[in-house]
């Protein structure tokens, strides 16, 4: 999506210059030293509101390019510097830093089945996953057995799946600190695992008690993509049990788009709440 025919963009400490020849896209913005040099996109995260470039280091890492595509608006913006002020080499955001590392950061949640290895013998990474976007095993778990047998039982539908089909959506769709490392295979989230195991999901409260710095004082978060928490922190999830797919299907299937809902937002909220909805403009005063 990005517009790479002689792009440019200038902020208050990143500069990024986009060309594009033939396939081949490049980012030429300060490296790692904070000189100039060219940077080649070899893929890139999204597409359908944001685009994010990423750059493949020759030791493995895949760092998001300081400069991502804003679609609808069809222009160049740095999110990460308007969040963090500018940034030097030294900060941890800095997009050549560990902070901007898309394997470590990112693509857990961008890809299927993510797979991570560090060598300590040649200091480099490997980086595997089994779809590069979020596809069926994410939401149906494992599946080469089911394709074998047909066997219902041998695949996840997660709005029969209790907890466990909620935790499908969940484990994206909520800022979360990761329990174990990248690194440790055995622990990473498979479908089927319980996510309270793996991740302790961001919420306005610390553990210590004090506030999070990813909301503002009044509880409402300062970054996208909370809907985990919104719902765990709502009363109709603790006394309702409604939960990610009472209200929305699913998110590839051809007959809704994807974020079609099961009913009218009306329909939905008044299949639990029928007094309000029935109150009408006594209720709402609109
Ligand atoms: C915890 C899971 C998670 C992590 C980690 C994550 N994302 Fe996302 N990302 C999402 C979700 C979920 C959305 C969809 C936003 C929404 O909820 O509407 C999204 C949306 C996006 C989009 C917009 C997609 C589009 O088509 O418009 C981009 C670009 C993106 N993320 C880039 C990144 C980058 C770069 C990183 C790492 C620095 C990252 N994400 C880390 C879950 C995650
Ligand atoms: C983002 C999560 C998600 C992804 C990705 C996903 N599914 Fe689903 N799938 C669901 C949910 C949720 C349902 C239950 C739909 C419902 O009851 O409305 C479902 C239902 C199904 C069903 C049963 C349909 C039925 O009538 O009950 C099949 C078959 C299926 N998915 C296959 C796939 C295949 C094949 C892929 C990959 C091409 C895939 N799914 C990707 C979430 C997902
Ligand atoms: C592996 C991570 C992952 C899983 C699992 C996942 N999502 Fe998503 N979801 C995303 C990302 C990333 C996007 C942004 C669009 C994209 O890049 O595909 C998205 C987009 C969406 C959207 C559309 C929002 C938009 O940007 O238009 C809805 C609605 C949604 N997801 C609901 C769900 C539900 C419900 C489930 C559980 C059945 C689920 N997702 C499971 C990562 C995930
Ligand atoms: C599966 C059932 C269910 C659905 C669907 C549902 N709710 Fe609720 N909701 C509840 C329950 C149960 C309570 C707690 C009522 C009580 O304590 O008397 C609640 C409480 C609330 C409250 C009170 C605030 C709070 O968190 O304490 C609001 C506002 C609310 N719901 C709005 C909505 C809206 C808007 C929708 C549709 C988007 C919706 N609800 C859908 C079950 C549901
Ligand atoms: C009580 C009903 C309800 C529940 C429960 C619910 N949602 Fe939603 N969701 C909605 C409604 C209504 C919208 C707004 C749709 C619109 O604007 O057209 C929405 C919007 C979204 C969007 C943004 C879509 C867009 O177009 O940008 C995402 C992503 C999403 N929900 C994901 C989730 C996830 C993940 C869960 C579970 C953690 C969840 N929702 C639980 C009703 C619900």
């Known amino acids: 999506m990005g517009n790479f025919a002689n792009g440019h963009y200038a902020g208050s400490s990143s500069e990024a210059w986009m060309t594009r020849k033939g396939n081949v896209s490049t980012m030429r913005t300060h490296g790692p030293d904070g000189e100039l040099a060219p940077f080649h996109v070899d893929y890139v995260i999204g597409g359908k ?83 590069g976007n979020v596809a069926c095993e994410d939401c149906h778990g494992p599946g080469s057995r089911h394709a074998e047998t047909s066997e219902p039982a041998d695949i996840v539908h997660p709005v029969h799946s209790g907890a466990v089909g909620m935790s499908a959506c969940a484990r994206c769709h909520g800022p979360r600190r990761p329990l174990f490392s990248l690194l440790d295979s055995e622990h990473q989230f498979r479908l089927g695992d319980a ?18 710095p990813d909301y503002f ?68 005063h609109h």
């Open 49 to 131: 509101r944001m685009q994010d470039a990423v750059t493949v280091f020759p030791d493995g890492r895949w760092q998001v390019l300081p400069v991502y595509f804003h679609v609808a608006d069809r222009t160049w913006v740095d999110y990460t510097e308007a969040k963090q002020g500018p940034l030097s080499p030294e900060h941890p955001f800095y997009w050549t830093n560990a902070r901007r590392m898309a394997n470590h950061e990112c693509l857990d949640c961008h890809t299927t089945a993510l797979h991570v290895d560090y060598s300590e013998a040649t200091r480099a990474w490997t980086t595997s996953f089994v779809d």
């Open 195 to 212: 996510y309270d195991e793996l991740y302790d999901p961001i919420v306005v409260t610390m553990p210590d008690g004090g506030a999070s």
């Open 217 to 284: 004082v009044d509880g409402k978060p300062k970054t996208s993509s909370f809907e985990y928490q919104a719902m765990l922190q709502s009363a109709c999830y603790r006394k309702g049990k409604a939960d990610c797919l009472t209200c929305h299907t699913a998110p590839h299937d051809p007959k809704h788009n994807a974020t079609e809902l099961r009913d009218t937002p009306a329909a939905l909220c008044g299949s639990c709440h029928a007094e309000i909805r029935a109150a009408g403009a006594a209720h709402t």
